[in-house]
């Protein structure tokens, strides 16, 4: 097989840095560039090989074998002057057998600890990992699993599926406050979140994000609180919506969701229709399995906005344990 391996400097094929095993005669070697013209990244790659490698009690030549990839290229690979492509790290980790997150130093991979409780959680259906989660959030103390002890109401779901209009619906109905955890984001940063994003970039807007969400949950003991749609895509931030409030998935299909963000006045999305609604979709396929960790789903274009609210008041009461 042609192995998919490229020099990360002008190093020429020369002399084969040193082995566990003895090298042989006719050996291909390769000349190694100084420690400070390599690549940190490449160089901690290829010392998670060695020590993989090692840990296993496996010869380069066996791995090289096993990997189906030249004894000279994973030499390359392990002293960080060569970059590998997917399909040789794939191949890599296969011969090593580990996952391809331990090779490239994933931090669930960090420790023993850590790859027994992979070990454990790997192949358990989705209830089974809620419950390990929501166990583990107890037992670190960061949350529980009763609605009732988080008398604070997340609403979550892409725009326009009714978190302002229902929320201050349901915040009057439960004598509570209503916040807009954006309206939040932008007193906490100065700026609105479109020059958030532009000035800082998407991560700086995710630790304001963080930030807002626990200085509200600090504030508000009970609250209805509208979540931005995104909020979702940052697993340590939606943990903590989840370990501190009783969270509702308001849930509504890729039409009705164009429909009202155009109907509020935004026409963006109509620049390029097509484009725009396939776009809609791949968000909200990417992004439901982390809604439906909800403790509620409500779907909120199958009815009329009363009928909604009744629905999702009564949803809400009971899980919060509060008379009708």
């Known amino acids: 097989m042609s192995s998919n391996i490229v020099h990360s400097s002008g190093s020429s094929l020369e002399t084969l840095p040193p082995s566990d095993a003895p090298v042989a005669a006719n050996a291909v070697r390769v000349s190694l560039p100084a420690a400070d013209e390599k690549n940190p990244s490449l160089v901690a790659l290829g010392e998670r090989v060695r020590n993989l490698r090692a840990r296993r009690g ?168 509208a979540m931005p749609g995104g909020l979702v895509s940052d697993p340590a931030t939606f943990n903590l919506l989840l370990a501190h409030c009783t969270t509702v998935w308001l849930q509504a299909d890729a039409e009705h969701h164009m429909h009202r963000v155009t109907a509020q006045g935004d026409l963006r999305p109509m620049a390029a229709s097509k484009e725009a609604m396939e776009d809609l979709k791949r968000i909200l396929a990417g992004r439901a399995a982390f809604y439906s960790k909800a403790d509620i789903t409500l779907d909120t274009s199958a009815q009329a906005l009363d009928a909604t609210f009744d629905a999702l008041r009564h949803r809400v009461r009971e899980a919060l344990q509060l008379p009708e």
């Open 58 to 225: 496996m010869t380069r030549k066996a791995v090289a074998l096993a990997a189906d990839v030249s004894e000279r290229h994973l030499a390359n690979l392990e002293y960080g002057i060569g970059n590998a492509s997917y399909l040789v790290l794939f191949q890599v980790a296969g011969a090593l057998q580990c996952s391809l997150a331990e090779l490239v130093g994933d931090v669930t991979t960090s420790s023993p600890e850590w790859l027994l409780l992979r070990e454990l959680l790997e192949h358990r259906d989705e209830a089974a990992l809620r419950r390990a989660r929501v166990a583990i959030g107890e037992l670190l103390g960061t949350g529980g699993a009763n609605p009732a002890h988080n008398p604070r109401v997340a609403l979550i779901g892409l725009r326009g599926a009714g978190k302002s209009t229902l929320g201050h619906m349901l915040a009057d109905d439960l004598e509570c406050p209503f916040v807009e955890l954006s309206r939040e984001i932008e007193k906490f940063a100065g700026c609105s979140i479109s020059e958030i994003q532009a000035l800082y970039g998407m991560n700086a807007y995710r630790r304001y994000e963080r930030r807002a969400l626990e200085e509200v949950i600090q504030i508000y003991p009970e609250a209805v609180i």
